[in-house]
């Protein structure tokens, strides 16, 4: 089925392990983003990608970096885990700017930091 | 900054009874708006959205939303809940032009039988 797939779907780390959540979406979309999303917090932006080449900051970036390997793939990176970064991760895409046809998400990645 | 409320973090409902999900935003000109919903354990489902034209919008499982730009609100309404739609629900807004959606914190709804 056509749609957005992350991996891994569950994880434990321990602080101060590194780790790369992977996220692909195969319908030829130009943006893609990464949220995270706390109890009673909502979903909060992380990094986007507008379009291939081309990376930002969203709202609570520190602590991550991301990579636009190519249209279809977008990578969130941790470095260094904190137990603070214990949360259900997001990847997102949508068909251009503008945000006209909203986005389709994946299925989540749960990172829990001991 | 736009920005997004959802006054209520819990609603209970009985099974066949109304719902009504309140929204509101902040934003200078006409945004565009939807409504998620998210199962437990799952990713967000688009629900519906606004960007222009006829300000009740119609959208997916018997859901509708109407815009009132006097009160800056997107509600979410439906006649007759059914024990399925228990799940989370959040509100988003963003702007053309603008690669961002924010979010609201999210109503979670249980349906009572």
């Known amino acids: 089925n056509a749609g957005v797939t992350q991996t891994p779907k569950f994880q434990v780390l321990k602080t101060g392990q590194s780790m790369t959540l992977q996220c692909a979406q195969d319908m030829n979309h130009n943006s893609m983003y990464w949220y995270r999303q706390d109890p009673g917090m909502g979903l909060r932006l992380i990094y986007y990608s507008a379009s291939e080449g081309t990376t930002d900051k969203g709202e609570v970036p520190n602590g991550y970096n991301v990579s636009r390997l190519n249209k279809r793939e977008f990578s969130l990176r941790l470095e260094s885990a904190a137990p603070s970064q214990t949360s259900v991760y997001f990847c997102?895409?949508?068909?251009?700017?503008?945000?006209?046809?909203?986005?389709?998400f994946g299925s989540g990645t749960r990172l829990t930091v001991v | 900054a736009q920005s997004v409320t959802q006054p209520d973090i819990h609603i209970t409902v009985s099974e066949g009874a109304s719902l009504e999900l309140r929204c509101n935003y902040s934003y200078g000109a006409t945004p565009y708006l939807f409504w998620y919903v998210q199962s437990p354990g799952q990713g967000l489902q688009l629900l519906l959205k606004y960007f222009s034209g006829d300000t009740l919008v119609q959208g997916i499982k018997g859901f509708e939303a109407e815009f009132k730009r006097s009160q800056s609100s997107f509600n979410l309404r439906k006649p007759s809940v059914h024990w399925s739609d228990a799940a989370e629900y959040f509100c988003?807004?963003?702007?053309?032009?603008?690669?961002?959606?924010?979010f609201g914190t999210g109503t979670r709804l249980t349906i009572i039988p």
């Open positions: 988003a807004v963003g702007d053309f032009g603008n690669e961002k959606l924010t």
């Open positions: 997102a895409s949508s068909t251009q700017p503008g945000q006209t046809y909203g986005y389709t």
